[in-house]
């Protein structure tokens, strides 16, 4: 499977992008997907996930009621939508997938197995 994330870009303070990332090599149909980002400095950060079959969602606290994880079967892809950004949003944002992971285990942030190029999001204040 590969993965290719893409969407990123410069946004003020408080707007909005949506990042996608697209897989090919193979049709999803179960596991999960996830979002990390990697902010200048730091470690990788779980950002959160979405099962594929059944759609169950999961956040890390510091965007839950701001960012959405969704996904469009047809099209192989999930999104990541970022409302209400921050300056600390800034960040290298990659998409990762773990096709035999269970809907109970969407909170962890380990064993992703297949990984796509970042894309940069930056938030200006």
Known sequence: VQLQAFGGGLVQA???????CAASGRT????AMAWF?????KERAFV???HWAG????????????FT?????????VYLQMNSLKPEDTAVYYCAA?????????GWSKGYN???QGTQVTVSS
């Not at 999803?28 to 596991?31: P, T, V």
């Not at 759609?55 to 701001?66: F, L």
């Open 14 to 20: 408080g707007g909005s992008l949506r990042l996608s």
């Open 28 to 31: 999803l149909s179960r596991g």
């Open 37 to 41: 980002r990697q902010a200048p400095g």
């Open 48 to 50: 959160g996930a979405i």
């Open 55 to 66: 759609g169950s969602t999961y956040y890390v606290d510091s965007v839950k009621g701001r």
């Open 69 to 77: 994880i969704s996904r469009d079967n047809a099209k192989n892809t």
């Open 98 to 106: 773990d096709l035999a992971r269970d809907a109970k285990m969407l």
């Open 114 to 116: 297949y990984w796509g």
